[in-house]
């Protein structure tokens, strides 16, 4: 159960399964969607844009549409190989935490789907490196207060623990209070009140659940403003949702949210072992 998650080939092909049908029905944003977002960055045709955890290149066309200086970066070689089948100027096997491009060199990065699974904090550090002052990050996160309701949320949280999936649920406002020290300014925010609103492109409009920080994902885009101060921050993520943890200390495991995701599949699934 400890063992490190690999993205390698079976993190790829099942990738590429769920892009086309999810495993819950829900709907992986696709390239309108993705398209809609990256528009509101305003990407000049000469100007330099990082698809940061590119994977095989799904999201080439969309970034196409606005300029030809694309370069690309993900950890795992395989999806390296595939998406160079694309013009990147460059695509190379890289950590988002730790990259071997210049300081001050894009005008844009964007993560999508890759920010939840990254180490956030040396991820926004070296973004801010490799970004001009003024330049922009897009991505896509997941928050830590979604919705007691949205059961799928809840499973799929439960079962990409039980995978060692790396997962990485946000505390917006912590994450807001820290960027002026890391370098940023939030100049967007769009949040999903669930689980498939984002495939779906509709986002919430509710300011109090906004407020309240009751989504279960949202897309931001911030501005490199300075480089970061150096001073400490308040950690905004943590392994697993304030929902699931509620859930957990509910049902009487107190913190042991693995041990409540444990029961709680194998109720769901009798007969099927899980570790
Ligand atoms: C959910 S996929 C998203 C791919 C692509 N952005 C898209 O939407 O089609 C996440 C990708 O992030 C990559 N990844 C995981 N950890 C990473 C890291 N630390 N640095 C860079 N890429 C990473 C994975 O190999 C995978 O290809």
Redesign the pocket.
């Known amino acids: 159960m400890n063992e490190k998650f690999e993205?390698g080939v079976e993190?790829y092909e099942y990738?590429r399964k769920a892009v086309d049908k999810s495993l819950d029905g829900t709907v992986i944003p696709g390239l309108n969607v993705c398209n809609h977002y990256v528009n509101l960055l305003g990407v000049n045709p000469n100007d330099r844009l990082l698809d940061?955890?590119?994977?095989y290149g799904?999201?080439y066309p969309v970034f196409a549409n606005y300029t030809k200086q694309i370069f690309g970066?993900?950890?795992?070689l395989q999806?390296v190989n595939e998406a160079i089948k694309n013009p990147y100027v460059i695509a190379i096997v890289g950590?988002?935490?730790k990259l071997a491009f210049p300081s001050n060199f894009f005008n844009h990065v964007v993560a999508?789907?890759?920010f939840d699974?990254?180490d956030q904090i040396e991820c926004l550090k070296e973004t801010n490196r490799i970004l001009k002052t003024g330049g922009k990050f897009l991505f896509t996160a997941k928050g830590a207060h979604y919705p007691d309701s949205d059961c799928l949320a809840y499973v799929a949280e439960r079962n990409a623990k039980l995978k060692n999936f790396p997962n990485r649920f946000i505390d917006l406002e912590l994450l807001m209070q820290a960027l002026p020290l890391l370098g940023f300014t939030i100049e967007r925010k769009f949040h999903f009140s669930k689980r498939g609103d984002l495939g779906l492109n509709q986002p919430l409009n509710d300011l109090k659940e906004i407020q309240s920080n009751s989504f279960y994902e949202f897309v931001a885009i911030l501005k490199k403003v300075t480089e970061p101060s150096g001073a400490s921050v308040t950690q905004w993520w943590d392994e697993y949702s304030v929902t699931a943890r509620a859930k957990a200390e509910c049902e009487g495991f107190g913190t042991d949210v693995l041990g409540y995701f444990r029961k709680s599949f194998d109720a769901d699934n009798p007969g099927t072992s899980k570790k």
């Open positions: 993205f993190y990738f940061l955890g590119c994977s799904r999201l970066a993900d950890v795992d999806v950590q988002a935490e999508w789907g890759v699974i990254v």
